[in-house]
């Protein structure tokens, strides 16, 4: 289980890193602060939706714990298709 923990950090960083990146470099420089502001708003409203959805799937849906892994991954699946969707240049600058 540890290395597979360890592989999910891993992998997460390969999707987090190239975001920030084109977060940070995608904006004009007078928007920058204001865009890199409202993208770790974004991500601390995630985490705090993703504990809600952790408690919704334990205490109402009865899920047990590979079973709310498993839904997590297929949310995570859909959202990256979804970005690979409307961003397929990113995936280019990642694949180069």
């Known amino acids: 289980m540890l290395g597979l923990l360890a592989a999910l950090g891993f992998s997460a960083g390969f999707f987090a890193v190239p975001v920030n990146a084109l977060i940070q470099h995608r904006p004009d420089e007078k928007d920058k602060g204001g ?11 995630g985490i705090g939706g993703a504990a809600g959805i952790y408690y919704v799937f334990q205490h109402y849906t009865r899920l047990s ?13 859909a959202a990256t ?13 990642l694949l180069l």
């Open 35 to 45: 865009v890199i502001a409202a993208a770790n708003l974004l991500s601390f409203v």
């Open 65 to 77: 714990p590979p079973n709310i892994f498993l839904s997590a991954s297929l949310m995570t699946v």
């Open 81 to 93: 298709a979804y970005v690979l969707y409307l961003l397929p240049d990113a995936l280019l600058r």
